[in-house]
């Protein structure tokens, strides 16, 4: 799935779980894009972009999974803006990330 990137956030805390009462600790990655509408229903349609936000785990080995090779402060911020494809796996989790290339036209077709 194409989508143009509109934020990236590192976030990294902490909270008590109010089911466990047990501290858990986080530091994630969130990536806020803009991509296709999902199908529409035979109900209704729909035209232009829906907001998508995936998190991962700032994790080295799941960063390489995702990125290719772990992404630094400034490699973050430069996907602002910026068309990505997004690949995600059979779960609908989000395996790999890569820039989009589009198709080279044919001039005069």
């Given at each position: 799935?194409?989508?143009?990137?509109?934020?990236?956030?590192?976030?990294?805390?902490?909270?008590?779980?109010?089911?466990?009462?047990?501290?858990?600790?986080?530091?994630?990655?969130?990536?806020?894009?803009?991509?296709?509408?999902?199908?529409?229903?035979?109900?209704?349609?729909a035209l232009g972009k829906?907001?998508?936000?995936?998190?991962?785990?700032?994790?080295?080995?799941?960063?390489?999974?995702?990125?290719?090779?772990?992404?630094?402060?400034?490699?973050?911020?430069?996907?602002?803006?910026?068309?990505?494809?997004?690949?995600?796996?059979?779960?609908?989790?989000?395996?790999?990330?890569?820039?989009?290339?589009?198709?080279?036209?044919?001039?005069?077709?």
């Amino acid at each position: 799935m194409v989508v143009t990137i509109i934020g990236v956030e590192h976030r990294k805390g902490d909270f008590v779980d109010k089911k466990t009462n047990e501290r858990v600790v986080f530091d994630n990655i969130q990536i806020y894009a803009n991509g296709p509408i999902p199908s529409p229903t035979k109900e209704g349609f729909a035209l232009g972009k829906a907001p998508i936000t995936e998190k991962f785990q700032n994790d080295k080995d799941i960063l390489e999974s995702v990125f290719g090779s772990v992404p630094t402060a400034d490699d973050l911020k430069s996907m602002v803006g910026v068309q990505y494809e997004f690949y995600y796996n059979q779960k609908g989790r989000l395996e790999m990330i890569k820039p989009f290339e589009a198709p080279l036209s044919k001039k005069g077709a």
